[in-house]
C-alpha cells in the first residue's frame, strides 16, 4: 500500500472511530422544553407527603400562565378530591367557578386528577411540602402548570422563596411563573 493508502486508510479509521464515539455519545439534540419546564430535568414527588396533613385549604401565592385565574384549592384526602376555585373575568364581569377534580393515587405525591365534568386529566404531583404543611409546590413531570400554594394568602416569604426554588431544581423555567401580591 503506497502512502497516499495508508493516509486514506488512517484517515478512514479516525472518521470511524469519532463516529462511534458520536453514537456512544447519544449524538442526540438536548430534551425539549415541555410547558414550562425542561423535560430532561429530574421531577419527584416529596418523601414527606402525608395525605392527612396536605388536605384543607390552600392559596394559589404563584402559578404559570394558564392558571392566572386559580385563586385557591381545597384537597380532601379521602375520596380523594380536588376543587379549583378560579375567578375568570371577561366582557360580562367577573365571577367565581369552583371546579371538582378525582384523584386517582399512583404513589406517595403523585396523583392523577381527572375532572368530574368533560373528564379532562392531568398529573398532580407535590414536589415539595414545608415541614408545618404550610406551603406546598405542586407540579407536573409534563411541565403543563406549577403551582405554588400556601395556607395563607400572605407572609412566609421565606417559605415562599424555597417553594420557588424548587421548582427551579424540578427543571421549571420561572420567568414565566406569575407571584401574587
Known sequence: MGRLGMHLARRGG???LLGALAA?????APPAKTG???AGALIGATSRYDAARFGGDW???AAFPGDADLQAVT???QGPTLIEQRQICDSAGCRNTRTLWALSAQGPGRYTMRAAVGGAERPFWVLWVDEGFRTAVIGSPDGGYGWILDRQAT????????????????GYDLRALQMRP
Open 36 to 38: 414550562f419546564r425542561n
Open 59 to 61: 392559596q394559589v401565592r
Open 75 to 77: 384537597f380532601a384526602p
Open 155 to 170: 407572609g412566609g416569604a421565606d417559605r415562599i422563596a424555597a417553594a420557588q426554588e424548587i421548582l427551579a431544581f424540578n
Open 14 to 16: 479516525m472518521l470511524l
Open 24 to 28: 456512544c455519545s447519544g449524538g442526540e
